[in-house]
């Protein structure tokens, strides 16, 4: 492929703080030759690619050394960008650190902008757009499991699956074309109804799969955010105290994304907990009361998940009832307090499995945590071999490629004409290509090509 840049580029890869030692990193055509020109040791333009050499930076001007170095030298194409990149190891002091990167700049080198390395990676072909993505996922990950993740995208897992996944479209599409091609085939009821929908529809609900375990990937990442509802003094307040004394939680002030404030954070089981309107529970005992059965219906609509707590040794009255109404159809737990008390509650009403603890005793705590883990995971509680799409882009166009197949397959429907329905399933192709960042017609032209030779 051919290169698209000119300019050889330098960035401090392990960012501007004192460590250890710093990279300072450059790549492009100029970068060993850039390298060596501040470099006293061995002639980094002779030595073999993939080796590092012993030696000094030196002032490119007054040629007084600056530090003592090791460099790796890397000649294209088998790099991180295809272009050669050299890395400089030097002292991890700031001051050192930016002098050397100085002086690489004056010898030539064009300052990096961020993310260019991989940007440089992705435009010469050597990644596609979701393992660039999944390079800055790792950066940001703040858990193991959003490691995890961004590792199922550096692997190429999640490339692959779309891949398929338009190979299945371009199937599709070739069944069209040769009908289209074809006039013999001209039966476009047939040609719908056995032909596209079956496949459109097994495509489509391939999509709806990845994008429910999409969901489980933003919670892993980002954590849940789960309220904590139920009448006055079923332990709403206790439980929480509960949560949150298990060790685990930090207690702080972090604003939401929305205008709310979510008051505590609490792992479990590698997910976090984001527990919303702590505060508000705090404050008073009596949050449907006083806050207003409202802000019980605020508090469910900013939740992933619901804890509905009921106290099992009063019976159950209207309150709960209505509480419990509002939160059917929402991911939600009940949870049945103060079990160390004679039982009263007639739980028969409730359809769900009970969690039953005792907020006050400490008891059936990690039965809730595991609950919660299975809530959200499934039945295995844990991260399973499926593909987790979590990078926000990627799953934005995931549902625009659901968008078209609907249409599509609502088109099959309504006996419309093959070529409206064309377009939709080739709307859903660019769709899909944009997630591995191909997203030409070209490509699509030519892969039909390449499917099938008409002899034409
Ligand atoms: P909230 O109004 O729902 O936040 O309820 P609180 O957490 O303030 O608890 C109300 C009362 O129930 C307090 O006196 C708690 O000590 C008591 N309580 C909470 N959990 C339990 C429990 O598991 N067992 C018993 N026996 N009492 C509990």
Known sequence: MKKRYEETIVGIATGFSKGAISIIRLSGDEAIKIANSVFKGKNL???????????????????????????????????????????????????????????????????????????????????????????????DAENKNAVKLANAGLSGKIANTIRSLRQDVVNILAVISVNIDYPEYDDVEELTNTELLPKLIEIKQFIENLLENSKSAKYLKEGINVAIIGKPNVGKSSLLNLLLGESRAIVTDIPGTTRDIIEAKVNINNITLNLLDTAGIRSTTDIVEQIGVEKAKESINKADLVLMVIDTSQVLDSEDLSLYNMVEGKPHILIGNKSDLTKKADLSLYNNEIVYISALKNEGLSNLENKITEVVFGEKGTIQDATYISNARQVAKLNDALNALNEAIAKCYEQEYVDIIDIHIREAYLALGEIIGDGSIDSLIDELFSKFCLGK
Not at 68 to 82: A, D, G, M, Q
């Open 45 to 139: 333009e002779k030595v073999e690619s993939h080796t590092v050499s012993y030696g000094h930076i030196i002032d490119y001007k007054t040629r007084e050394p600056i530090d003592e170095v090791l460099v790796s030298v890397f000649k294209e194409p088998r790099t991180y960008t295809k272009e050669n990149v050299v890395e400089i190891n030097c002292h991890g002091g700031v001051f050192v650190t930016n002098q050397i990167y100085e002086n690489l700049l004056i010898a030539g080198a064009k300052p990096a902008e961020p993310g260019e390395f991989t940007k440089r990676a992705f435009l010469n072909g050597r990644i596609d757009l979701t393992k660039a993505e999944a390079v800055m996922d790792i950066i």
